[in-house]
């Protein structure tokens, strides 16, 4: 199934077709996909990714919830206009629950904020993390999708939030800096046990042409040095629409759904689908949900 | 059960809320006088005085008062400048020194981006911002605070130093002393705190307190019979209370592996660190240049 974007011409008939295809689901317990979203380094669009994502599976009829991960240092309520009442610290405190701290957005995903300018959530101890991760459990058994905006760079805490993943999209850019952080983080994720396949968007392309460049070296190092595949989802050009971007304004997709870049968004997402299976939940399977996930991949004995 | 965020529907109801959790904003807080019209222009809703004794002037935000938040901030400001000693005799509240510099404080229950963009651009430390957000649990309302802009929000990052609010240069020697001292006992000794207070914790279970009072810093530490009361005025006294620290500190359990990070993360920040290295190979593949130090 393709992805397609939502325009005032179209949008009838591909939600047609998504109400459609959803009326055969089967009622058998659904997990949603659990899209990562990641970078070796701060600053290479990921964050601006992550919300445009978001919306864009929301504008094709998917229920999605985007979660900012990047603890601590979190943005995404920023781009999505959304001033939040509660974050991902009250319910990791215990003080709620993440359904009472995600919110609607008016660009159609919800968001579950992360805490902003607390440096002790880039902190959590496992006991915090498995917390984060029994509430993120519900979520998915609830949404099509949930997209996790990790935090940028490479910490204990952002590997376990990519362990979580179905699949990682691994933000770069042609920058030699970019480049090895990403290739680290690769490296990484490669020498977990059972880690999850990583996709590459390459972001701040100044020629045409040149993301695939750039991902065909790294993906290459990737093989020789690491053993591992990535695959390609896409570039997304250098803009000044994007880079010029003010607070307050709505998602490239939504503001500006016809220009180059927004393009260049939805073929990414098209890519993406093609590769988690539609994007669609999956059915639930036995020891698989995330926690038993992440403690597979992080070799840990069930507790209590 | 936990519910919430519940939020006062009436500006009276916020007042009521702020009033009675103040204290948990900073510990010491304490509320003197609510509301307070300085002139037609400026009413504070909330005089309190802080831990060392010094004048704090409060502000209830809510979404009618958000807009000029910026402007009553400045004309408090203004007006502190030529009214203190006037605000001094009127209020000769037992305990409120003031000869320190009377600090701002904005309490919101929520507060859009741009409010908070246009309180950071004023002069440094001209008010501190706080986000508080009630909660019911178990039948009891319970407040969580937030901080957003000012000292507050610095500290929450700083808190092996001794808090800023205690000037006192041999206070201020000695507390640094005593928390060097004990952050070297273990590095999973957590610590926590606020302008006046830290809090250190192993385990989940509390080592010890150190705040001011009267002027000097107290370390307090949980013992069989109550508490142990330490105030530290000199070399000696810092040395007790390390002592006594430590002796708590044998007689906690050792986080499990469940309740730190040890367990699961150490193998992860190895990996990572291993990851990070990367061989010339890989570096010159990628298509950087080794230079002659390699």
Request: charged content about 20%; overall charge negative; glycine content about 10%.
């Amino acid at each position: 199934m393709r992805l397609e974007r939502k325009t005032t011409t179209d949008s009838g008939s591909v939600f047609r077709r998504l109400f459609g295809e959803r009326g055969a689901r089967s009622s058998s317990p659904r997990e949603s996909q659990v899209i990562a979203i990641a970078s070796g380094k701060g600053g290479t669009g990921k964050s601006f990714l992550a919300t445009n994502l978001a919306v864009g599976l929301s504008a094709a009829g998917r229920a999605v919830t985007l979660v900012d991960g990047d603890f601590g240092l979190g943005n995404a309520h920023l781009l999505l206009g959304v001033n939040p009442r509660a974050t991902l610290q009250h319910v990791i405190a215990g003080q709620a629950s993440i359904e009472q701290v995600r919110c609607a957005t008016g660009f159609g995903p919800c968001l579950v904020p992360a805490g902003s300018g607390i440096s002790r959530l880039a902190e959590l101890s496992e006991r915090e993390m498995l917390a984060l991760v029994q509430a993120l459990s519900r979520l998915a058994a609830t949404e099509d999708v949930l997209l996790l905006d990790t935090a940028a760079g490479i910490s204990p805490q952002s590997l376990l939030t990519l362990l979580l993943a179905d699949h990682v999209v691994l933000v770069t850019n042609p920058e030699i800096a970019a480049m090895t952080d990403a290739y680290a983080l690769i490296k990484c994720l490669t020498r977990q046990p059972d880690p999850p396949p990583t996709s590459i968007v390459v972001n701040r392309v100044a020629v045409p042409g040149f993301g695939r460049a750039t991902f065909q070296r790294l993906s290459d190092v990737a093989r020789r040095f690491a053993g591992c595949d990535v695959h390609y989802l896409g570039e997304v050009p250098e803009d000044a629409a994007v880079t010029q971007r003010r607070l307050g304004q709505p998602p490239l997709l939504v503001s500006h759904p016809e220009c180059p870049t927004a393009q260049c968004l939805y073929a990414i997402l098209d890519q993406l689908s093609r590769r988690c299976g539609g994007l669609e939940p999956k059915p639930r399977a036995a020891g698989r949900e995330l926690l038993q996930r992440l403690r597979s991949r992080l070799a840990l004995q069930p507790t209590g | 059960m936990i519910s919430g965020p519940q939020l006062p529907r009436t500006r009276a109801g916020l007042l009521e809320l702020l009033a009675h959790h103040l204290g948990e904003m900073e510990r010491g807080l304490e509320v003197v006088a609510l509301g307070l019209e300085l002139d037609p222009s400026c009413t504070v809703d909330v005089l309190a005085k802080d831990a060392a004794g010094g004048p704090v002037l409060a502000f209830a935000v809510d979404q009618d008062s958000e807009a000029e938040l910026p402007s009553t901030v400045l004309a408090t400001r203004a007006w502190l400048a030529t009214g203190r000693a006037a605000l001094a005799r009127a209020c000769p509240a037992e305990g409120l020194d003031w000869e320190r510099d009377p600090r701002l404080v904005a309490l919101a229950l929520d507060l859009q981006c741009g409010t908070l963009q246009v309180l950071a651009e004023l002069p440094k430390g001209a008010v501190e911002v706080y986000r508080v957000l009630p909660f019911r649990v178990g039948g009891q309302v319970v407040v969580s605070i937030q901080s957003l802009l000012g000292e507050g929000a610095m500290q929450a990052e700083n808190t092996l130093r001794v808090p800023t609010g205690v000037t006192n240069p041999e206070a201020r020697s000695l507390g640094s002393r005593y928390l060097d001292l004990v952050g070297r006992l273990d590095p999973e000794i957590r610590v926590e705190g606020d302008r006046y207070f830290r809090v250190l914790r192993y385990g989940g279970q509390t080592l010890a307190e150190l705040g001011l009072r009267d002027g000097h810093l107290q370390v307090k530490v949980p013992a069989d019979e109550g508490v142990a009361e330490m105030e530290l005025q000199t070399r000696q006294d810092c040395t007790v209370a390390v002592d006594r620290t430590a002796r708590r500190f044998l007689e906690c359990e050792a986080p499990t592996p469940g309740q730190t990070g040890s367990s699961a993360m150490e193998p992860l920040q190895r990996s990572i660190e291993d990851a990070q290295r990367l061989s010339d190979d890989e570096v010159v593949s990628l298509g950087a240049s080794i230079d002659d130090d390699g």
